[in-house]
């Protein structure tokens, strides 16, 4: 296909940040052209999995069309809601979102490493910041699936103020979305990941829920590294005070990679994480009922379905569409429904 053929090639010998600026500028301008949207679910293939009612599920009382997701760090600011759902997705996840407006860290701050299909990024939150993200959302039509906020803390927030940070960014964006995800595992803010210790975690999600009248889906992203206990403390914090986890953030681990890159510093992602991710799946599942969104290395409709085998109520991926290209999700989600039941019985 023309994409495997000329774009990616012409994409990949661009730096990896650039290159996801051209493609967020094209589908920016897809999505302000009339039919833009339909064009691309069309060109994608996407709009071949409209109908495919098997794979529509009820999660934290939000209907999904169906259980693949963007994962956070796509769109950070929310400029492409219009038009990625015209890639298949049955929800995005948009941010981190700070409160306040932050440039994140210098480049280069992307990496690819497509040997083992897998990034590495230290972006360090850059984000526009809640209030204009809040305006973007208000000034576009609704999106088309279910959307997740996912917030980020700014770098020069002092630990203590942490929580009223949090909770003043969910209060911005609260209107906006139909789920909302504390992100306390970005590895490149510093001091951020100590944030999922049980007594700031509880904090944080206190105030948010505090101010948290709507009673909005609250759910809190784990980092893989966590050592055992703190990760097990880090989900029965959440069983009381979220409805929800997203397992799990990118890793500082260095496995599946050349071992030049222990001298990057940044989270790894794609599929040298899919493993490790899994099993604090099933790690997490086997503690709580509460719903959980596989992250990590996901690419294929059998690490899809591998990972709502394993207890994932939905999946998302970020890696696997960097090199799986545009048609990724589309294959993915015919594959899945293509095992469900009643696709069969067509
Ligand atoms: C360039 C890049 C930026 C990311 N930014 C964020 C972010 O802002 N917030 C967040 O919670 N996760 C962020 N992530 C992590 C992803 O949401 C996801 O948890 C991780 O990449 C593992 O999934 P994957 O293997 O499908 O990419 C980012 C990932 C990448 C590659």
């Known amino acids: 296909m ?17 290159a996801h600026e051209e493609v967020s500028g094209a589908l920016a301008l897809l999505a302000s052209l009339p039919g833009g949207a339909h064009a691309l679910a069309a060109l994608t293939g996407a709009s071949e999995t409209g109908w495919v009612k098997s794979l529509e599920k009820d999660v934290f009382g939000v209907r999904f069309p169906n259980p693949v997701g963007l994962a956070a760090g796509f769109d950070k600011d929310g400029r492409l809601v219009p038009i990625l759902p015209a890639l298949g997705f049955g929800f995005l996840e948009i941010g981190s979102v700070t409160l306040e407006p932050q440039p994140g860290n210098p480049q280069p701050r992307l990496f690819r490493i497509p040997e083992s299909r897998a990034l590495l990024n ?16 208000a000034s576009q039509d609704k999106c088309r699936v279910p959307l997740g906020i996912n917030l980020g803390l700014n770098k020069d927030t002092p630990r203590a103020q942490a929580p009223a940070a949090y909770a003043r960014a969910f209060r911005i964006l609260a209107a906006h979305g139909d789920y909302f995800v504390v992100n306390v595992s970005s590895p490149n803010t ?29 759910l809190v992203k784990l980092s893989p590294d966590l050592a055992p206990e703190d990760f097990d403390a880090a989900v029965a914090v959440a069983d009381k005070f979220a409805r929800g986890l997203v397992v799990s953030n990118t890793t500082l681990a260095r496995d599946g990679v050349d071992a030049a890159w222990s001298q990057e510093a940044g989270g790894l992602s794609g599929a040298p994480l899919k493993d490790r991710a899994d099993a604090l799946l099933r790690r997490a599942r086997a503690l709580t009922k509460l719903p959980i969104i596989g992250v990590g290395g996901i690419a294929s409709t059998e690490d899809a379905r591998l990972r709502l085998d394993a207890g994932a109520d939905l999946v998302q991926l970020y890696t696997g569409l960097v090199y799986g290209g545009p048609r990724a999700v589309r294959d993915i989600l015919i594959g899945l429904a293509r095992e469900t039941p009643l696709f069969n019985g067509r």
């Open 190 to 218: 510093p001091g951020l990941r100590d944030l999922q210790n049980a007594a700031d975690l509880t904090a944080i999600l206190a105030e948010i829920q505090d101010a948290n009248a709507a009673k909005k889906p609250v």
């Open 2 to 18: 023309l994409y495997e053929s000329v774009v990616q090639p012409w994409l990949f010998r661009l730096d990896a940040e650039r």
């Open 122 to 137: 230290r972006m360090g939150f850059n984000s526009e910041g809640a209030r204009a993200v809040a305006r973007r959302l």
